[in-house]
Structure formats: C-alpha cells, structure tokens
C-alpha cells in the first residue's frame, strides 16, 4: 500500500522571478480518469494496467482506500498494476477507511460502498469533512444504502457509516450538476436490481460514463439521461492510457496567454468536450490556442486526446453562462486570473458551485487578487452567484493566501509570475493533492 501521506506543513513561498515561458511539457493523468480507472479496474474481472498514473494526494486516496478493501494494487512510478476482484467483491475493512481529502475519492467509493453487503466506516480530512454529502447519500439511500452521517444544520458531513447491500435501481433526477454524484449513482446501479436512470439539466463531465463502455458495462446515453442495465459482467481492457490533466494544463494555458513572448505546447492532453470549457472560454477571449488532435492508436486513449499550442496575447473580457459552468468548473480560479489580464469586462455566471469546493474559492480568489490591486466583485441574484472582472488594471506584488487550497495556490503563482513585484504565498505545498510537480513544470519552462 503507498503510505499514507500527512499533508505537509505549510510552506511560503516568494515568487520574485519573472520569465518568459516556453518549452514542451506532458501533464501527469487527468485526475478524474485515474480515480474511476482506479475503481473499475478494482470492480471487473482480470488485470489492468493503467499508465500515466498521476501521483497525488488524491489519487493516492482512492488507491489505498481500496487497498484497504483488500484490492491488490502494484505501483511503479506512473504505471499501476490492478488485480479486479469484480462487482461486490470487496472485503470489509475492519478499520475506518480514511479518504483524505479528495471529494471524488469520497463520493464515487460511498457509490461503491452502497453495493457491498457489509458496513463501513469512512472519514475525512480537514477540508473534505466541511463539504457536502447529503447530495450522494440522498440518492443512495433511495437504491436501498443505509447511510448515517454527522448531521449540522441541513447538512451531513463526514464521517459517515454506510450499510451496503440489495439495492433496487432508481431513476434520479440531478438537482445539481455534479459529475460525482451522477458517478457514484452509476457505481451503486452497477449491483443493484433493475435498472439505474440518471437525468442531468446540465450535462457534467462523462468519464464515468465512457469508462463503464470500455468495461463492458451495458450503458445507454441519450441526450441528457444515462440508463444502466447491470446485467454484463465488468472485463478489464487489459490496459488504460491515463492523458495528461486538462485542469492542471488550465495553469499553463493562461501562463502563456498573459506573459508576452511566451509559448508553450502540451502534449497528449486529454481532450474530453465536457472538459475543454476551458479551451473555449479563452478562445473566446482571443486566446492563441492550436489544437492538434491525436487519433486512434496515435491517442492510446478511449479519451479524446490532443496536442496544444499555446503562445501570447492580448486577451479580451468575456461572459461566461451558466451552462457552462460543469466544463469549466475547476478552472475558474485561473479564468479569474486571466480575466485580470485581459482587456474589458467579464462576467461569469452561476459560480455557486465554488464556493464548497476544497475551500470557498470564490472567497479565496476574490480576496486574493483584491490584494494584488484587481477590480473584481460578487454579485448576488436570484439565480446565482456572478463574479465580475474590470480587466486591464497593472496586478502588484502582495502576500498571498493559498486558504489551503492547490487551485487558489497555482492560479495565484500564476498571477504573481504575470504581475509587477514580487508576491508572497503562504503556502505552496497544497499543491501535492492535484499536481506535487507544479514548480518542476513551470521551472522546465525557465530553460525553455
Ligand atoms: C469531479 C467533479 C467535479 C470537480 C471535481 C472532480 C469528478 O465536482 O469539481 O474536482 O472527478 O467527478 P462535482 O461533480 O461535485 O461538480
């Protein structure tokens, strides 16, 4: 089993150095791929062996949460080897498994959980344990799970014991667009009697979804409702190519853009179109982005994959819906930052979601470039929160808060590398729950 890691102590860190980025870099795996390739590969039957397995705090979790579940895993570096116990074959743990602080690790395993016919015992770190559950256990319960949580307010919060066993399949529709939600309902559908009908408003991210075909999951998509029949068994593919993580490209993409006389190129990115809200919104915002996509065995992937040029310019304001949200959810910190960057006003829409993610990001950015001289401001409406960016205005250096948080963190070296004077962060080392090699990358870009 990987050991499991105590978060580093925080660590500050000056950012004082300017440069012009360029070079080439591949992006450890896309972190949402690696935790369900982790899971199916657990739940079906033979061998599989997944490449470019990104190292992390979170992947980590989900790896030793079903080590804990007696799952045979083998790493060696980026390449992990998974033995398949398949569906409910798991063995209870006797201990509390402990799920970090990786939200999807969480929420997809209570899927799982709600399948096994036995009692489990999950916990949480610092800041998964204040973000909400109620969204996964409701539908859950619904399939039959026996769920208790710790109960605040209308909440319910980790940690939570979970009583699997004889589920019958539900038709649910989403109240909110959550790609982790709509997962774990699938993984729970996969044991339960009948079949599982999700509906989505919004479509979320469908790796899921893709990774079950693969599997040999008998899976019908139409529209904007995903129909589970569990009558196959789960196969293993033999092998998984993992591409590169487009949330953590995100960090480069705006690099590039806002520091004049840049250019950077990612290769073997995944390219999944409900990821690349992204890729949109900056194009939108006259960024210069050449996409070249990788096809067949070239992509090595059952994910769409491609290769990006990214070079300098002079970015305008936008406005962002909130239908777009779901494809761009976690890049919306570093949106923020190139919105600072760009010339004129832009808006984004319906940002809720923001704020219960590792930390409130909205509160986290918004104070962070209000430090570094940015206009930028909130608005509450009826129908969501709006956050509203006057580009243009010279960012200075300030002292900086990362609130814990690895998305606040990166987007805010960016930001500093892009600014006048040097900044402050207080703490770099969160970065190690989605990206530990983040300064590596950006200081191969230094020789570039
Ligand atoms: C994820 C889905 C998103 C995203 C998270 C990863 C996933 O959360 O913010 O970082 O892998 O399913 P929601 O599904 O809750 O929006």
Redesign the pocket.
Same mark, same amino acid.
């Given at each position: 089993m990987s050991p499991i890691r105590k978060p580093a102590p925080p660590k500050p860190f000056l950012i004082r150095n300017k440069f012009v980025p360029r070079g080439k870099l591949i992006l450890p795996g896309d972190? !949402?791929?690696a $935790?369900?390739a982790l899971i199916l590969s657990a739940l079906s039957k033979g061998k599989t062996i997944l490449k470019n397995f990104p190292i992390h705090a979170d992947s980590l979790a989900t790896l030793n949460a079903l080590t804990a579940l007696g799952v045979s895993i083998r790493r060696k570096g980026s390449r992990v080897l998974v033995h398949g116990r398949g569906r409910q074959g798991l063995k209870k743990s006797r201990k509390p498994i402990f799920m970090g602080n990786s939200? &999807?690790t969480l929420?997809?395993l209570l899927g799982v959980l709600a399948a096994e016919d036995f009692k489990t015992k999950v916990t949480a770190g610092k800041y998964l344990s204040v973000r909400p559950m109620a969204?996964v256990n409701v539908p859950l319960r619904l399939m039959g799970a026996g769920i208790s949580a710790k109960i605040k307010g209308r909440e319910e919060y980790a940690p939570i014991v979970i009583n699997g066993g004889g589920l019958k399949g539900i038709v649910y529709r989403m109240p /909110? +667009?959550? +790609?982790? /939600? #709509? !997962?774990a309902i699938l993984l729970a559908g996969l044991s339960a009697k009948g079949k599982t009908r999700v509906i989505e408003r919004l479509s979320?991210?469908d $790796? &899921?979804e893709r990774m079950l075909k693969i599997f040999g999951a008998n899976i019908v998509i139409k529209n904007n409702s995903i129909t589970l029949d569990p009558d196959k068994v789960l196969v293993s593919p033999g092998r998984i190519y993992i591409p590169g993580d487009i949330?953590s490209a995100a960090f480069f993409m705006v690099l590039a853009s806002i520091i004049p006389g840049s250019k950077i190129i990612l290769e073997r990115l995944s390219l999944n179109p409900t990821r690349t809200g992204i890729i949109k919104v900056l194009k939108r915002m006259k960024a210069k982005i050449k996409i070249e996509t990788l096809r067949g065995r070239q992509s090595g992937s059952f994910e769409p994959v491609g290769n990006l040029t990214i070079k300098s310019s002079k970015l305008k304001g936008t406005f962002i819906t909130p239908d777009e949200i779901?494809s761009l /959810?976690?890049e919306l910190p570093i949106i923020m930052v190139a919105a600072c960057f760009a010339e004129g006003r832009t808006v984004i829409r319906g940002a809720g979601?923001l704020r219960? #993610?590792e930390t409130d990001r909205i509160n986290s950015m918004v104070r962070n470039l209000k430090c570094m001289g940015a206009d930028i401001r909130v608005r509450k409406t009826a129908s969501g929160e709006n956050i509203i960016i006057k580009g243009g205005r010279h960012l200075h250096g300030a002292s900086l808060k990362s609130f814990g948080d690895h998305r606040t963190a990166m987007s805010m070296v960016v930001a500093a590398l892009a600014a006048e004077g040097s900044c402050r962060l207080d703490d770099i080392n969160c970065v190690s729950k !989605?990206f530990p090699g983040f300064l590596a990358a950006l200081g191969s870009l230094l020789k570039g």
């Open positions: 972190k !949402s791929i $935790h369900r939200g &999807t929420r997809l969204r /909110v +667009a959550s +790609a982790q /939600v #709509k !997962s979320s991210r $790796h &899921t949330s779901p /959810v976690d979601e219960i #993610k !989605s």
